[in-house]
C-alpha cells in the first residue's frame, strides 16, 4: 500500500465508522448470528497472493459487521460498556498511525510525561489527596494482579521473585464474594493458589464485607499459621454492584499491616461527580485502586487508571532492569514499564488528553448524573409494574429485576425470567444480561453508554413490560 492508497483507504474507513456511528440505532444490539457461521464464511487457508483492498472492505461489510454485537449502540444495557467517544477514536488513529511502543521514557518521551499529568488530572477529578501516583494499565484485571503481587513480595519481605514460594507459609488474601473474577484469577497468576482466596461474609444492602468476620479471619489464619498479605475491597461489583465500606475495611488492613486494594472498575468513574463519593468513603487510606475510563468515562478500550500510594512497592515488584533497557545519562525519568506485567505499552494517555479537554469535566459529570437518574427512574417504573419486582436497588445506574405474576412460585419465576431475557436480546432493541441473587434469577440493567439518551431508557422500560407481557 503506497502513500496515496494509504491516504485513501484511511479516508475511506474514516468515512464507514462515521455512517456506522449514524446508523447504529438501526442495528440489532446483540449479533444474531450462530455459533460458526462466520467461521464458515472465511477461508480455511490463507491467501497466497495479494488481494485487491475493494474485496478485504467488501468482505468486511458482508462477513464480518453482521457478527458483531454492537457496545456502542445507545441501547447497550448489558455488561458495562465499553466506550469509545468520537474525540477518543480521533485520538487512537493518531496512536495507531504513530506506533509507537511507550514501554521506556526514552522511546516516547511525551508519552511518559503526557500520561504522568493526565493520570494527575484524573487524580484530582476523582478527589483523592496528592499521594497518589497513577499509571494507566490495560485493564482492571492487569492492576489487580499487580496489586495482588505487590502484596505478596510485601508480605514476603521481597523475597517471593526471587525465591519462589515453596516452604514458606501459604500467603492469604481476603474479598467478598462480590469481588470480580478477576481477582481469583490474579491469585492463580500470582502462584498464590485460590484456596488461599478466603471469601469474607457481606451484609447490608451494599452486600459490603463484615468487618468483625475479615478481623476475625485474620486472625485466625495467623494463628493457624498462615500469612496474611492484603485486601481487595470492591466498589460496584459487576453482578448488582456490591460495595465494601472502605474505611470500616481500611481500618481493619492497618491494625494488621496488609496492603489494601480497592477495585473500582466501573464505579470509580462516578467519583468524579462529589455527591457519588460517599460510595468509596475512606478510600485515601487505600494502598492501591482502579478503575476504568474506558467504561464509563468514554476512553476508547483499554485504558484503566491504576493509582497507588506507594509507586517503590510497585516498581520493587515487578521491575526489571537489564543494560538494554537503562535510560543512561538522564536522571529522574519514569519508566511506565516498570510499574506494569507487560514490557511493552500503548499510548493511551493521548485518548484521555482529547477525551478530558474536548468535554471537560462538567460535561462528563453530565452524563453520569443523567444515567444515574434515568436508571433509578426506570427501576421506580419497573418496581411499580404488579408482574415485576426489583431484586438488587440501584447502585449508580445498575440495578436488576425479575418477572414474577401473581401466584408464580420462585422456581417458575426463575424460568420466566430466563425466557424474557432471551425474548428481548433475541428482539435485538435493546441488549440485557443476568445474574443470581441469593439463588435467584434477575435481570441486569446498567446504563452507561456514551451516547444514552432518556428517550433510550424510556424505551427499555417500554419493551421490557411489553415483551413479557406477549410471553
Known sequence: MDSADYRFWTGRAADWAADYRDTIRTRPVRARTAPGEIAARIPAAPPEAPEPMEAIFADFERDIVPGMTHWQHPRFFAYFPANAAPVSVVAEILVSAMA???????????????????????????????????????????????AVLTMRER?????????????????????????????????????????????IPTHGPLRGMQAQAL??????????????????ACIGGTSIGGTDDIAAVAAVAARHGLFLHVDAAWAGSAMICP??????????????????????????????????????????????????????????????????????????????????????????????????????????????????????????????????????????????????????????????????????YAIRFQAGQFETTRDDVTAAYDIITGIARGL
Open 100 to 146: 509507537a511502543q511507550c514501554m521506556l521514557w526514552q522511546t516516547s518521551p511525551a508519552a511518559t510525561e503526557l500520561e504522568t499529568r493526565v493520570l494527575d488530572w484524573l487524580r484530582q477529578a476523582l478527589g483523592l489527596p496528592d499521594g497518589f501516583h497513577g499509571v494507566i494499565q490495560d485493564s482492571a484485571s492487569s492492576a489487580t494482579l499487580a
Open 275 to 440: 455527591e457519588f463519593r460517599t460510595l468509596w468513603a475512606g478510600v485515601e487510606a487505600a494502598d492501591s485502586l482502579v478503575f476504568n475510563p474506558h467504561k464509563w468515562l468514554g476512553a476508547q478500550f483499554d485504558c484503566s487508571a491504576h493509582f497507588v500510594r506507594d509507586p517503590e512497592a510497585l516498581v520493587r515488584t515487578l521491575a526489571i532492569r537489564p543494560d538494554y533497557l537503562r535510560t543512561h545519562g538522564k536522571d529522574g525519568v519514569v519508566n511506565y514499564s516498570e510499574w506494569s506485567v507487560p514490557l511493552g505499552r500503548r499510548f493511551r494517555a493521548l485518548k484521555l488528553w482529547f477525551l478530558i479537554r474536548a468535554h471537560g469535566l462538567d460535561g462528563l459529570r453530565t452524563m453520569i448524573r443523567n444515567h444515574v437518574a434515568w436508571a433509578r427512574d426506570l427501576a421506580e417504573r419497573i418496581d411499580a409494574e404488579p408482574d415485576f419486582e426489583i431484586v438488587s436497588a440501584p447502585v449508580l445506574s445498575l440495578f436488576s429485576f425479575r418477572y414474577k405474576p401473581a401466584g408464580c412460585a420462585d422456581a417458575d419465576a426463575d424460568a420466566l425470567t430466563q425466557r424474557l431475557l432471551t425474548a428481548i436480546n433475541d428482539d435485538g432493541r435493546i441488549y440485557l444480561t443476568q445474574t443470581t441473587v441469593d439463588g435467584r
Open 215 to 232: 478481623e476475625a479471619a485474620i486472625t485466625a489464619d495467623r494463628t493457624a499459621g498462615f500469612l496474611p498479605a492484603g485486601i481487595v
Open 155 to 199: 508480605a514476603l519481605g521481597w523475597a517471593g521473585n526471587r525465591q519462589g514460594l515453596a516452604g514458606v507459609p501459604a500467603v492469604r488474601v481476603y474479598a467478598s464474594p462480590e469481588a470480580h473474577s478477576s481477582v481469583e484469577r490474579a491469585i492463580w497468576i500470582a502462584g498464590i493458589g485460590a484456596d488461599n482466596l478466603v471469601r
